[in-house]
């Protein structure tokens, strides 16, 4: 009988069972991650709530564990050996087209998810594509040739490593398509994990001026945002955000904004749009896949000289970046990682993310083997 892994298994639209999958054979070009811990975000939230495409799956694709076992091919391919602490990407890149030879593995199709149902993805992939150990919130993760490690920094904790996804998109979407850098002024609307990491990323860039936005609802994040580097913080529903930030910036508006809003529909977009300066500004959005906008004011994007890009996951250098500004202790990163959870927790623990179960929940883990 060969051992088995407990994991936390999505069997249907927002339903979890506790089950046990079979420990795989390790072969030479293989390797075996010991979770330590699985990061939560707001895809999980809205992936959660979805029917399954294939078969039950293990979710959980922001990873951070030990290496329990290594194959021989795979320790010499990728410069690692067993009991290394290491950030997984979710990324499964084919390794030999144009992107892959830039780390830009989200760009690569054999990454393509969500068009592509033969591809591959940690947290998205079926059990029934073997051996089934594809997602973090489970004790062990299967790693093929072609998964893509970062050796975590000495000093950092497994737990603060595991805020590295959401820092490797505050890393690429503020500096990297964004453009913030010295003396910005940056408009990050949305005081989520992501935003909070576009102020850390921002305030490290040397971002003159970092307004950031929220609801009511936000009220502890947005103290949140002031204590990682804000320098403003604004509630869109108790003030008149346009006329705030105009004032703030003395009538010139923002170098750069990013829309790290989750279900906010078109108006995120409209107010960037507004508040960013004359001429030349950098709109970052995220819409959802869905996500329709009638009457999208293009004639004012053009007069104002605007760029518009889209905010999508991160590339090899970004998470190298995040890794190390987490491994700096410049932030007082404890104050978003509020939650940890167990495996029988799991369920609770996306729901807390999608403001439904523990209150007050910004950044959220599960330790599998808590
Ligand atoms: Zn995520
Ligand atoms: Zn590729």
């Given at each position: 009988m060969s051992e088995k892994v407990p994991v936390?298994?999505?069997?249907?639209?927002?339903?979890?069972?506790?089950?046990?999958?079979?420990?795989?054979?390790?072969?030479?070009?293989a390797a075996l991650m010991k979770v330590a811990v699985a990061g939560v975000c707001g895809t999980d939230v809205s992936q959660y709530r979805l029917p399954l495409r294939a078969g039950?799956?293990?979710?959980?694709?922001?990873?951070?564990?030990y290496l329990a076992r290594v194959g021989k091919t795979f320790a010499a391919h990728k410069?690692?050996?067993?009991?290394?602490?290491?950030?997984?990407?979710?990324?499964?890149?084919?390794?030999h087209c144009e992107w892959d030879h830039v780390g830009e593995y989200r760009h690569c199709a054999a990454t393509e998810w969500f068009y592509d149902p033969a591809a591959i993805r940690y947290g998205y992939t079926s059990i029934d594509i073997a051996p089934g150990l594809w997602g973090g919130f489970s004790h062990y993760l299967y790693l093929p040739l072609n998964a893509v490690l970062h050796q975590v920094p000495n000093g950092l904790t497994p737990e603060e490593a595991g805020v590295a996804t959401p820092m490797s998109n505050g890393v690429?979407?503020?500096?990297?398509?964004?453009?913030?850098?010295?003396?910005?002024?940056?408009?990050?609307?949305?005081?989520?994990?992501?935003?909070?990491?576009?102020?850390?990323?921002?305030?490290?860039?040397?971002?003159?001026?970092?307004?950031?936005?929220?609801?009511?609802?936000?009220?502890?994040?947005?103290?949140?945002?002031?204590?990682?580097?804000?320098?403003?913080?604004?509630?869109?529903?108790?003030?008149?955000?346009?006329?705030?930030?105009?004032?703030?910036?003395?009538?010139?508006?923002?170098?750069?904004?990013?829309?790290?809003?989750?279900?906010?529909?078109?108006?995120?977009?409209?107010l960037g749009i507004e508040a960013t300066k004359?001429?030349?500004?950098?709109?970052?959005?995220?819409?959802?896949?869905?996500?329709?906008?009638?009457?999208f004011p293009i004639g004012r994007l053009t007069r104002k000289g605007m760029t518009l890009k889209s905010a999508r996951g991160h590339s090899y250098r970004a998470v190298e970046l995040a890794l190390h500004q987490l491994a700096s202790h410049r932030f007082p990163l404890q104050l978003m990682t509020t939650h940890?959870?167990?495996?029988?927790?799991?369920?609770?623990a996306i729901k807390s993310v999608g403001g439904q179960g523990a209150a007050g929940a910004i950044h959220v883990s599960v330790l599998p083997w808590k």
């Open positions: 936390a298994l999505k069997v249907g639209p927002s339903t979890t069972e506790l089950r046990e999958l079979d420990l795989p054979e390790i072969s030479a070009d039950p799956l293990v979710m959980g694709h922001e990873n951070v564990g410069g690692v050996k067993e009991g290394d602490l290491v950030f997984l990407e979710h990324y499964l890149p084919c390794g690429q979407w503020a500096l990297f398509d964004g453009g913030v850098g010295y003396g910005s002024t940056v408009l990050i609307q949305g005081p989520g994990q992501q935003g909070l990491c576009c102020v850390m990323a921002s305030k490290q860039a040397g971002a003159a001026r970092i307004i950031v936005t929220g609801t009511s609802k936000d009220a502890r994040r947005l103290e949140v945002a002031r204590a990682l580097g804000a320098d403003e913080v604004i509630d869109v529903e108790k003030e008149d955000a346009l006329a705030r930030i105009r004032e703030i910036t003395d009538g010139r508006g923002v170098d750069v904004v990013l829309d790290c809003t989750v279900g906010a529909g078109t108006a995120p977009t409209l004359r001429r030349g500004g950098t709109i970052v959005v995220q819409a959802e896949g869905s996500q329709e906008f009638p009457d940890t959870f167990g495996l029988s927790e799991v369920d609770y």
